[in-house]
Structures are given as structure tokens and as C-alpha cells.
């Protein structure tokens, strides 16, 4: 047999034993398990109404309307219920590209500093969540859209990074508890939105380590550390005070974090195996 003979049929063994990867999400599950963990993610972890709710809180209608700020200035937040104002008329896969890539059908910019993280959540949980959202009763809102500048595009948004990752985003095997902890931490919760130190010119962004200041239209605060740093972070803390912590925002010391600056009242939502698994995670990240 030619040389030439010989490595087409080993590409040909090779390309044989590859499998398909799971097909891509194209529609919303009517099914009462993926419905329910889409609530749990909106109503906890996820915390979606943080910004849609029309206050900040689990049980508000998510119609949107209130005031966020990010890099760009102040914008309302979107309505995501499914009206015609709202996502409606959003194919699934828009929404899932929204929750991602913070862009919206037909190309225009959502703000990307309230999903930065999203990028990785799993098909699976994206899924949940856009299944959830389209049970809600729809809610006829109209909201005013922010249409960034050329200005704002070609200097603020030159370096504005919006990653859409193509193709399968495999789950995190809860079993797994400290890989799924920081799949929660990082890619659910998104933590870091708070908990990472801001890069500086001489510094790059730490994770987890703290010093960001974090608006709300009730004031200002300046994030802790959340590392296993003893004298910094949650190094003197064990499991179940981080769980504690997450349910009620009651730190150790008897004093009691405002929901506005980190929201616990979504937090208590999730499941007392998500929040050990975030628990034990954040116990292992080097302060």
C-alpha cells in the first residue's frame, strides 16, 4: 500500500471514532423539570430581576424599566417577559445570544457589563432559563433604547469585548463539587462582577480579591475579598457560614450585608447543593 493510501485511512479511522457533539439549542422545553430549574436560576443564582425586575427583588415582574449604569452611561433595563416589547418575538436562539454575547436580534449592543460571564453557562442552563421566561405572563412595556454614538462605539467600545462562543457548552457534573462550585461562582453567579479587583495600569484585574467599588442607585461600596485569604477573605469562614452567608447575608460577625449591594433574597433561592458547591469552591481560591 502507498504511503499516500496509508494516511487516508488512518484520517479515515480517526474521523470514524469521532462522535457528533450534542445538537444546538433551537427551542424552549415545555418539560416541568427544565422549567423549574430555569426559575430556580432566574428567582437565585442568576438573579435576573438584579436589573429586569421592576425592583430588585425575586419576585418582581421582569418588564424592566429601572435605571443601571454601565461603561457607556445609564440605560433601562430590557423587558423579558414574552410580549411583543419584550422577547416575544425573539427566536429562542436570540435570547440564548443575548444571555451570551449581550447582543440582541438584528445586531444592536445589550450592555455587556451586566452579563459578562454568561459566556459559559451550559446549554443546558441556558436552556432552563429562556424555557422559564417563556411562562411567564407576557407584559406590554415599552422601554426607550439606548443607541450608543459613533463616538462611544470607536472609543469607549474599541476594546469591548463580546465573545460568542459557538457551538456546545457542556454541563458541570454536580458530583464534581468544587468544578461545578466554580462553574456557579464564575459563569451563574458571575461573582467576579462584584469580587474581582479592577485592573489598574500597573496591576492586572485579581480574581476574586476585592477593592472594586459597586453602585446601586442606593449608594456606593467597596467589595471584600471572597479569596480563602485569612486576613482578607473568607479564610476564617467555613462551609456552612459561606452557605449562611448566601441564604441571609449574616456575616460572622453579626453584622448583616445590604441585598442592594449583594442579593442574597435571589441567593436563598438556590439549593442548599448549589450553594454548598459555591461554598466549598471559594474555600479552595488562593487569596
Known amino acids: 500500500m502507498s504511503r499516500i493510501g496509508l494516511i487516508f485511512l488512518c484520517l479515515l479511522g480517526l474521523v470514524s471514532c469521532w462522535s457528533e457533539p450534542p445538537p444546538t439549542i433551537i427551542r424552549a422545553q415545555a418539560q416541568p423539570e427544565v422549567i423549574a430549574r430555569g426559575r430556580e436560576l432566574v428567582k437565585g443564582l442568576a438573579a435576573c430581576g438584579v436589573c429586569h425586575g421592576e425592583t430588585p427583588n425575586p419576585s418582581s415582574i421582569l418588564a424592566g424599566g429601572r435605571i443601571i449604569t454601565d461603561e457607556y452611561g445609564e440605560v433601562q433595563a430590557t423587558n423579558i417577559t414574552p410580549s411583543a416589547s ?168 453579626g453584622s448583616v450585608t445590604d441585598p442592594n449591594f449583594c442579593p442574597t433574597g435571589f441567593f436563598r433561592n438556590a439549593s442548599d447543593a448549589d450553594l454548598m458547591a459555591i461554598a466549598r469552591y471559594l474555600r479552595t481560591v488562593p487569596g
Open 86 to 253: 419584550g422577547i416575544g418575538n425573539w427566536q429562542d436562539e436570540d435570547v440564548i445570544r443575548a444571555i451570551r454575547a449581550s447582543i440582541r436580534p438584528g445586531g444592536n449592543w445589550i450592555s455587556a457589563d451586566m452579563h459578562r460571564g454568561y459566556e459559559w453557562m451550559s446549554d443546558e442552563d441556558a436552556l432552563a432559563i429562556v424555557s422559564y421566561l417563556r411562562t411567564l405572563p407576557p407584559v406590554d412595556k415599552e422601554l426607550q433604547r439606548r443607541e450608543l454614538s459613533f463616538v462611544d462605539r470607536n472609543t469607549k467600545g474599541f476594546f469591548d469585548s463580546r465573545p460568542e462562543i459557538r457551538g456546545y457548552v457542556p454541563s458541570i457534573d454536580p458530583k464534581n463539587v468544587v468544578e461545578y462550585g466554580q462553574y456557579l461562582t464564575d459563569h451563574v453567579a458571575r461573582c467576579g462582577g462584584c469580587h474581582h479587583s479592577p485592573a489598574s495600569l500597573l496591576n492586572a484585574e485579581q480574581y476574586l480579591a476585592g477593592n472594586r467599588l459597586v453602585k446601586t442607585d442606593l449608594g456606593e461600596k467597596i467589595a471584600p475579598s471572597i479569596t480563602s485569604s485569612r486576613i482578607y477573605g473568607l479564610g476564617e469562614w467555613n462551609e456552612a457560614m459561606i452557605v449562611k452567608y448566601l441564604k441571609t447575608g449574616l456575616v460572622p460577625d
